[in-house]
């Protein structure tokens, strides 16, 4: 996707990206409630923090990526 290549962009000294095929790990689509794609969700100590729907910019993306290692889990 177009995506892909820009996620490389984002800051990850302290961040793991992992990318799902949710058709080959159903499972995991219904776990973490996939309904769009592409679904970001941000975890910190295996807690939901974070989540966006859709296809954001990367500057939003890096905005929520900064603001999820501040927050609190829900």
Known sequence: TQ???????????????LSVNVDEYEEIQHEWRVRVLPTFVFVR????VARMEGAPSIDALTAMLT???????S
């Open 3 to 17: 995506l892909q290549p820009r996620l490389q962009e984002l800051p990850t000294s302290t961040t793991v990206l």
């Open 45 to 48: 100590n295996r807690e939901e």
């Open 67 to 73: 603001a999820s290692h501040t927050s609190t889990p």
